[in-house]
C-alpha cells in the first residue's frame, strides 16, 4: 500500500481565514492518522493578488498549530521546488506535452470563451497555428477537452459524479506570460510530487472532470479526492474575510487559544465516533477518520468556539494561565497586588484572553468603583442596602482582628463562624463583604479572595467606605 501524501496549497493573498485552515488541518490530519506525508506548497501563480509577507504568516499559522509539514519551501525533500513560481519550465514543458498529445492547444482568441463552450482555435491546422507561432502573435494554452462522451470521478464525501464531456469549456492551462492557472499546475504539481489524496473545498468538484482528462491524458494514476462542504456564518452567507469575517489572526487577537482554535475547526464537518469535544491535536490525529466528515455545511458558531476557549483556559495549570495572561495586568491593575492570585481568581471565570473581557473583571482593584445601593440588593442572598449594613458592621470587627489575609482557608471559615454565631447564613456577611469590596454585581473571586488581593488595609478602608455609604443612603431613604 502507497504511502499517504497530502498537501495544502495555499496562495499567499492574505490572512488564513478558517476554511483555509480547516482545509490544512483535514490535510495534516488524514496524513499522520496514517503515518503519511503532510506536503506545504505555495501556490503563487496569481501575482497580481499576492500579499507581501503572506507566506510568513502561512508558516506562522501553520506552526502555531502544530501542523509541521514533512516537505516545504523551508523544507526541501526530492520533489521541489514547492513554490510554483519557481516551477515554471516544468509547466512550460508539460504544457507542450499536452499539445502533442492531443489534449491541448494555442488559443490567439482575445478576451475569455463562454462558459461550457468550445474554443474556436481548436480547429486550427498545425500550419495556421505555426503561422501565427511565427508572426509572434500572443497566445495561450487551452486544454482541448472532448466533444462527446463522460468524464466522472469519485470523491470520497459526494460519492461519484459525472459530466458531459460536452459541457466542460476549454480552460487555460498556461497564460501569455508564462505563469500557469491553478487547473493546470495543480495537477502537474500533484502528480510529479506524488499527492495521491488532494482535500480541497468542494467549490472545485465541477472542475475535477477537467483535471481527470488531464490525468488521463498523461497516463497518470487519479489521486483520491476528498471535497469539503463550506464553513458558513450562517445558513446562506459563506464565512469570507471580504465580509469581515475573523481570521485566524483575528481570532487569536481577540483572545482564542491556537489549540482551541484548531480544535473547535476540526468539529466544522467532521465528528469523532463518541461525543468528545475537547481534543488536544494527537486525539484528533488518532481519532480522525475520513469516513465522519459531513456532506453538509458547517456553520461557524463564534459562541461554540468561546465556551471552548474556556475550557482551554480552565483545564490550564494554574501557572500556564498565568503566563497565559499576565501580559494583561500592566495595562488593567496598577495597584501593588499579588497578580497570581488574580490569575487564580479570573481562570474560572475567563474564557478569552483580552484587555476587553479581563480589564471588566479587575477594574474595581486599582481603586474603589463607585457607590451604588442597588448593588447589595440581592434576592437569592436575601440581602438588602440595610441588612447589608448591619452585616458589615458586624464583620469589620473580625476583619480588623484578621492578621492573615494570604489565609484564604482561615478567613473564609471566620466569616462562616460568624454568620453562624448570629443565626445567618453564608451569604448574608460574605456578599456584603465582596460587594464593599468591589462595588461590583459580579467579580472574579468572592469576600476571602478580593481580600487577599486587596491587602488588609485597602480591604478595611473598603469596608469602612462602605459602612459610611450605606449609612448615608439609609438615612436618605428611610425604610416605608
Known amino acids: 500500500m502507497k504511502k499517504i501524501r497530502t498537501r495544502f496549497a495555499p496562495s499567499p493573498t492574505g490572512y488564513m481565514h478558517i476554511g483555509n485552515l480547516r482545509t490544512a488541518l483535514y490535510c495534516y490530519l488524514i496524513a499522520k492518522h496514517a503515518d503519511g506525508d503532510f506536503i506545504l506548497r505555495i501556490e503563487d501563480t496569481d501575482q497580481k493578488r499576492e500579499v507581501e509577507g503572506a507566506v510568513d504568516i502561512i508558516y506562522d499559522v501553520l506552526k502555531e498549530t502544530g501542523m509541521n509539514w514533512d516537505e516545504g519551501p523551508d523544507h526541501p525533500g526530492d520533489v521541489g521546488p514547492y513554490v510554483q513560481s519557481e516551477r515554471l519550465p516544468i509547466y512550460k514543458e508539460y504544457a507542450q506535452k499536452a499539445i502533442e498529445l492531443g489534449a491541448a492547444h494555442y488559443c490567439f482568441c482575445d478576451g475569455e470563451i463562454g462558459e461550457n463552450e468550445k474554443d474556436p482555435c481548436r480547429n486550427l491546422t498545425k500550419e495556421e497555428v505555426q503561422a501565427k507561432l ?12 472532448p466533444t462527446e462522451g463522460i468524464a466522472d470521478f469519485d470523491d470520497e464525501i459526494y460519492g461519484h459524479i459525472e459530466a458531459p464531456c460536452d459541457s466542460l469549456d476549454d480552460q487555460v492551462l498556461l497564460k501569455s506570460d508564462g505563469y500557469p492557472t491553478y487547473n493546470f499546475a495543480n495537477v502537474i504539481d500533484d502528480h510529479l510530487m506524488g499527492i495521491n489524496v488532494v482535500v480541497r473545498g468542494n467549490e472545485y468538484l465541477s472542475s475535477t472532470p477537467k483535471y481527470n482528462l488531464l490525468y488521463d ?57 463518541d461525543d ?86 479587575v477594574d474595581f482593584i486599582n481603586e474603589c468603583l463607585p457607590f451604588d445601593a442597588a448593588i447589595y440588593k440581592h434576592k437569592k442572598m436575601k440581602t438588602t442596602p440595610e441588612n447589608s ?72 478602608n473598603r469596608m469602612r467606605k462602605a459602612i459610611a455609604d450605606l449609612e448615608n443612603w439609609v438615612k436618605e431613604n428611610p425604610a416605608e
Open 134 to 145: 511565427d508572426a509572434g502573435e500572443p497566445y495561450v494554452i487551452r486544454q482541448t477537452t
Open 217 to 273: 491524458a498523461f497516463n497518470w494514476e487519479r489521486p483520491q479526492y476528498i471535497h469539503l462542504p463550506p464553513v458558513m456564518k450562517d445558513e446562506h452567507q459563506k464565512l469570507s474575510k471580504r465580509n469581515g469575517d475573523a481570521s485566524f489572526q483575528d481570532l487569536k487577537a481577540e483572545g482564542y487559544l491556537p489549540e482551541a482554535i484548531l480544535n473547535y475547526i476540526a468539529l466544522l464537518g467532521w465528528a469523532p465516533k
Open 276 to 361: 468528545q469535544e475537547i481534543m488536544s491535536l494527537d486525539e484528533l490525529i488518532k481519532a480522525f477518520t475520513i469516513d465522519r466528515i459531513s456532506k453538509a455545511p458547517a456553520i461557524f458558531d463564534k459562541d461554540k468556539l468561546t465556551w471552548m476557549n474556556g475550557m482551554y483556559l480552565r483545564n490550564m495549570n494554574l501557572e500556564t494561565f498565568h503566563n497565559t495572561v499576565k501580559h494583561l495586568y500592566p495595562e488593567t491593575i496598577t495597584r501593588d497586588v499579588d497578580l497570581l492570585e488574580v490569575s487564580k481568581c479570573l481562570q474560572p471565570r475567563l474564557d478569552r484572553v483580552n484587555k476587553d473581557d479581563v480589564a471588566p473583571m
Open 389 to 460: 449594613l448591619e452585616a458589615l458592621k458586624l464583620a469589620l470587627p473580625a476583619m480588623e482582628a484578621w492578621e492573615d489575609y494570604t489565609d484564604d482557608d482561615g478567613m473564609m471559615h471566620m466569616q462562616m463562624d460568624l454568620a453562624k454565631a448570629h443565626e445567618l447564613k453564608n451569604g448574608r456577611v460574605m456578599w456584603p463583604i465582596r460587594v464593599a469590596l468591589s462595588n461590583k454585581q459580579s467579580t472574579p473571586g468572592g469576600s476571602v479572595e478580593i481580600a487577599h488581593i486587596l491587602g488588609k488595609e485597602e480591604t478595611l
